[in-house]
């Protein structure tokens, strides 16, 4: 699969902080859709809830699916639409939910659950199951640096209300913007970086700008403790009084300079990229089961999630998270 990439300076690996990570397998019949599938399963059963439990599905997933390993689809190809939610409704039997995606990248899980906890608290949903998938080696340049980041992964999760009437409590939420940065990376229709000649197909890849590695410094540091702050400053709370941060994982060097940026020493956060590369909005939900199997963050805690996310969006909520079941 690498056999094409150019030869990879030290200091591309020292930024990344990658040693390995997982690629889903379409001859082993594995797809975004059916590690979906089997997520969701999964915290059901675990839950011991019927499908028709789930009032709202909310599913992400950042690359197209350019083959149909699953064998649900009337045709094989390049699929933009319909997203994920549609055929994972029907897949999990949950056809009483109001089901939909989103699509901000890096940052749609924090997104979907900001949006489930809102349903559920205005009284319009009792269960949410919040879903990220990606399948993002489907739109990997192969003799392009940039393939060395990133990996496939699911996550699932399910908010519901709790026992007293009140959902597993968002505290506060901070989100905004800034697109002066927008070409650093992106996904774009082009040949490989490998094909010279322009003689290959085109594809859609992912893109990172000729600096993006340095460009990438310059301004995803300081916004990512920025939307933290905001979001701490609409509560009585402090970076001291926070038992638990849970960052998105583009690089070690981007998290360090995050928890720095805030003021925390590492016993309150996780780095967790040179296992599993970037896994995009599958990196916060991941990180989040990570700490709670290694018992980082305990009923009762208060935690931030926060991260950024291309084109580019920075996030930081804070939750409470009494009732919390990792499976």
């Known amino acids: 699969m690498f056999a094409r990439l150019p030869e990879t300076p030290a200091r591309w690996w020292r930024f990344?902080?990658?040693?390995?990570?997982?690629?889903?397998?379409?001859?082993?019949?594995?797809?975004?859709?059916?590690?979906?599938?089997?997520?969701?399963?999964?915290?059901?059963?675990?839950?011991?809830?019927?499908?028709?439990?789930?009032?709202?599905?909310?599913?992400?997933?950042?690359?197209p699916t350019l083959s149909d390993s699953a064998g649900v689809l009337p045709h094989a190809g390049v699929r933009m639409h319909p997203r994920l939610s549609r055929v994972l409704r029907e897949r999990l039997g949950v056809t009483r939910a109001l089901a939909f995606d989103t699509q901000v990248e890096c940052a749609?899980?924090?997104?979907?659950?900001?949006?489930?906890?809102?349903?559920?608290?205005?009284?319009?949903?009792?269960?949410?199951?919040?879903?990220?998938?990606?399948?993002?080696?489907?739109?990997?340049?192969?003799?392009?640096?940039?393939?060395?980041?990133?990996a496939d992964g699911c996550a699932a999760a399910l908010l519901t209300r709790g026992?007293?009437?009140?959902?597993?409590?968002l505290i506060a939420v901070d989100q905004f913007s800034n697109a002066d940065h927008y070409e650093v990376a992106t996904g774009r229709f082009r040949h490989e970086e490998g094909d010279t000649r322009k003689e290959g197909p085109v594809k859609p890849y992912f893109t990172l700008s000729d600096n993006g590695q340095a460009e990438l410094q310059e301004f995803v540091p300081e916004n990512v403790p920025k939307a933290v702050a905001r979001a701490l400053a609409r509560t009585a709370l402090t970076p001291a009084d926070i038992d638990f941060?849970?960052?998105?994982?583009?690089?070690?060097?981007?998290?360090?300079?995050?928890?720095?940026?805030?003021?925390?020493?590492?016993?309150?956060?996780?780095?967790?990229?040179?296992?599993?590369?970037?896994?995009?909005?599958?990196?916060?939900?991941?990180?989040?089961?990570?700490?709670?199997?290694?018992?980082?963050?305990?009923?009762?805690?208060?935690?931030?999630?926060?991260?950024?996310?291309?084109?580019?969006?920075?996030?930081?909520?804070?939750w409470n998270v009494d009732g919390i079941v990792a499976c």
């Open 245 to 318: 941060f849970v960052f998105h994982q583009p690089s070690p060097i981007l998290v360090y300079s995050w928890a720095s940026g805030i003021g925390i020493g590492e016993d309150k956060y996780l780095i967790s990229t040179r296992d599993t590369g970037v896994m995009v909005s599958v990196a916060v939900p991941h990180n989040l089961w990570m700490a709670l199997e290694q018992g980082r963050i305990a009923p009762g805690d208060t935690i931030v999630l926060a991260g950024a996310g291309i084109g580019w969006g920075f996030l930081a909520q804070v």
């Open 163 to 169: 026992g007293e009437g009140d959902v597993a409590d």
């Open 108 to 150: 749609s899980f924090m997104l979907n659950m900001n949006i489930g906890a809102s349903y559920i608290r205005s009284g319009r949903a009792e269960r949410v199951l919040v879903v990220c998938s990606e399948y993002v080696s489907q739109m990997l340049d192969f003799t392009s640096h940039s393939c060395t980041i990133f």
């Open 16 to 63: 990344w902080g990658i040693e390995e990570r997982g690629h889903f397998s379409a001859a082993n019949d594995e797809s975004e859709l059916l590690a979906a599938e089997r997520a969701c399963q999964r915290i059901l059963a675990t839950m011991g809830l019927r499908p028709d439990d789930i009032d709202m599905l909310i599913c992400s997933s950042s690359a």
